[in-house]
């Protein structure tokens, strides 16, 4: 069945460290993948998303590429700041069927 | 534009009892998912309505069912309440079946079995 793997928290970085949060995944056909964060004591919110190979989904200094040649969707940023310490989860939408699959989900914290 | 609501926040309840919880989609919505996300869990998909009909249904038993509204709000219900179906639990709400169309999520209710 579909599943997504990321790698597993807590990560913690120094405020302007780079950021990689690695996710693959496993699915038939073709998904949509997308990285969603939590913050603490807030619901879900879509932080991008990608809907085809190549594609690059960015939002707020975050980027992710589709690679479907190693199903990997990982999360980077240039620059952290303590704002953008949550947890984020890495998440597929099969074309076969209409639920969000979700991995374990990673914590980031952010030291100033 | 509010988003997605849902009530209660937090709801304590005893093994055996039984539990309603509501979801008011985003305006414009009609579509409407349920996740149960477990403490240090990805979210996990228990159904979705459209149509006042459900739609899809994840690996949860029947003490977990559902129910939407003409005005496209839902309830989840879960019956005889296990220990382990402590969590918390998300509404999430888009327009159509389209599966490509991006899901908004509410803030939770957690919920604590005892």
């Known amino acids: 069945g579909n599943s997504v793997t990321q790698m597993e928290g807590p990560v913690t970085l120094s405020e302007e460290a780079f950021l990689t949060i690695n996710c693959t995944y496993t699915a038939t056909g073709y998904p949509s993948l997308f990285w969603y964060v939590q913050y603490p004591g807030e619901g879900l919110q879509l932080l991008l998303k990608a809907t085809k190979a190549d594609d690059k989904g960015s939002n707020k200094g975050f980027e992710a590429t589709y690679r479907k040649e190693t199903t990997s969707f990982h999360l980077e940023k240039g620059s952290v700041q303590v704002s953008d310490s949550a947890v984020y989860f890495c998440?597929?939408?099969?074309?076969?069927?209409?639920?969000?699959?979700f991995g374990k989900g990673t914590r980031l914290h952010i030291l100033p | 534009d509010a988003g997605v609501t849902q009530s209660p926040t937090h709801l304590i309840k005893t093994r055996g009892q039984q539990v309603t919880l509501r979801c008011s989609p985003k305006s414009g919505h009609d579509t409407v998912s349920w996740y149960q996300q477990a403490l240090g869990q990805g979210p996990q998909f228990i159904f979705q309505y459209y149509e006042e009909e459900e739609r899809q249904r994840g690996n949860f038993p029947d003490r977990f069912s559902g129910h939407q509204f003409p005005n496209y709000s839902s309830e989840l219900n879960v019956n005889a309440l296990l220990l382990g179906d402590s969590a918390l639990y998300l509404c999430a709400s888009r327009t159509g079946l389209t599966a490509q169309e991006t899901q908004y999520f509410g803030p939770g209710t957690r919920l604590l079995v005892l």
């Open positions: 998440a597929l939408i099969s074309n076969r069927d209409d639920k969000i699959i």
